[in-house]
């Protein structure tokens, strides 16, 4: 009984730590973003871990990866064991963190393939950790399956896919897309509400924390704060930190949200979505950004609307209008720029700068700029 609950945990454990790691591989980026929440001031309060976010994602996904290999071949018994455990335990804390005090909508472990709630997520992870637990229990029963000789030949094909693989996606985009914006998105319709397609929302309850005049607090849902008259209690003040809103029914909600092209003042996004074709250039970050790429961009996309061969064009960043207008001021560019929602951007395009073509308001193909060549010498080319 403990080799057969061993080898069913052994199997259970290793393979799902390869998925979760080769989703997460095929878009290092995507989870990068994920830990610089997850850092941020208002969850685990590391801010100075954050320019590091990339770095972090690329190496926790290359060893989830390896540990998982580790496990299923039996080597390196004691350190895989002992970094399987040391992983489960801190993620398991941070997803219950992020659930109990609502700070992460979704944990990020299986990318945008597998959207998980926080606690079912936190979920996951106890029923991981509980095989990892019989894994520990029942470690003299972890013996390799193959001749050393091939572990080794193994071992090394792991990390050298593991490696060749992100460097792929990290100088390309993801191979896999599963984001809102993917190829074959209508965008307008992806941004529809419930209401107006005649399905049902989900459900929101706001919860209120009340600080009574002896210091004390209870924390109380909108509708008991209605139905009880606790806004009769002048004595109890609202505490502002300690108000939230909490999903209680599910129910439709657009892929897209947060998304509007605002130019000067004035919506364009269906002017900017809807066209014939029309090509964003993206760069959501432009102090971080490849600028010799965003100039490089902005120049080839002038040619192409002085020689008539794109309908549309516009630039997207959630920089500052000084930042644009330096741009703009070194670059002559012959389209528009507007400020938008960093994270919606970040969505879109993992590369800093990309560009997304669009027809008839589908999205047809995103370009990391590394792929994005629309001149050869004084010819106009398209990009695979």
Request: hydrophobic share 45%; glycine share 8%; proline share 5%.
């Amino acid at each position: 009984m403990k080799n057969i609950l061993t080898q069913v945990s052994r199997v259970l454990v290793g393979g799902l730590f390869i998925f979760s790691g080769v989703i997460k591989m095929n878009d290092p980026v995507g989870f990068g973003f994920k830990l610089e929440e997850y850092f941020g001031e208002d969850v685990l309060n590391l801010p100075f871990l954050q320019p590091w976010a990339l770095h972090l994602a690329v190496f926790l996904v290359v060893l989830e990866v390896m540990l998982g290999v580790f496990l299923l071949l039996g080597c390196f018994k004691r350190f895989t064991l002992w970094s399987l455990a040391g992983m489960m335990g801190f993620f398991t804390f941070l997803t219950f963190y992020s659930a109990y005090f609502n700070k992460v909508t979704d944990c990020g472990c299986f990318g945008d393939a597998i959207p998980l709630t926080p606690w079912e997520s936190f979920s996951k992870d106890v029923v991981l950790s509980v095989l990892i637990a019989v894994l520990i229990w029942g470690r003299d029963q972890l013996k390799p399956w193959l001749p050393i000789r091939w572990n080794q030949a193994k071992m090394a094909g792991a990390l050298v896919f593991s490696v060749l693989f992100t460097n792929h996606v990290l100088s390309h985009g993801p191979i896999w897309d599963f984001r809102a914006y993917k190829p074959g998105t209508d965008v307008l319709m992806a941004m529809k509400s419930a209401e107006e397609l005649g399905l049902e929302p989900p459900k929101y309850e706001t919860y209120f924390t009340l600080q009574a005049p002896d210091g004390s607090r209870v924390e109380v849902s909108g509708t008991a704060y209605i139905d009880e008259k606790w806004y009769e209690k002048s004595d109890y003040t609202i505490m502002e930190d300690g108000t939230y809103s909490k999903k209680i029914a599910e129910g439709y909600e657009p892929p897209i949200h947060d998304f509007s092209i605002v130019i000067q003042g004035e919506d364009r996004t269906e002017e900017f979505v809807s066209g014939p074709q029309v090509l964003w250039l993206l760069a959501y970050d432009l102090s971080k950004a490849n600028r010799a790429e965003v100039v490089r961009l902005v120049h080839e996309l002038n040619v192409l609307i002085q020689k008539g061969k794109v309908q549309k064009v516009v630039g997207m960043t959630s920089s500052s209008d000084e930042e644009i207008q330096e741009l703009l001021s070194e670059t002559g560019a012959l389209f528009p720029w507007a400020v938008m929602d960093g994270t919606a951007l970040k969505t879109v395009q993992r590369s800093n700068p990309g560009v997304t073509l669009l027809e008839h308001g589908i999205i047809q193909k995103h370009w990391h700029y590394n792929d994005a060549i629309f001149l050869d010498g004084s010819n106009i080319v398209w990009p695979e």
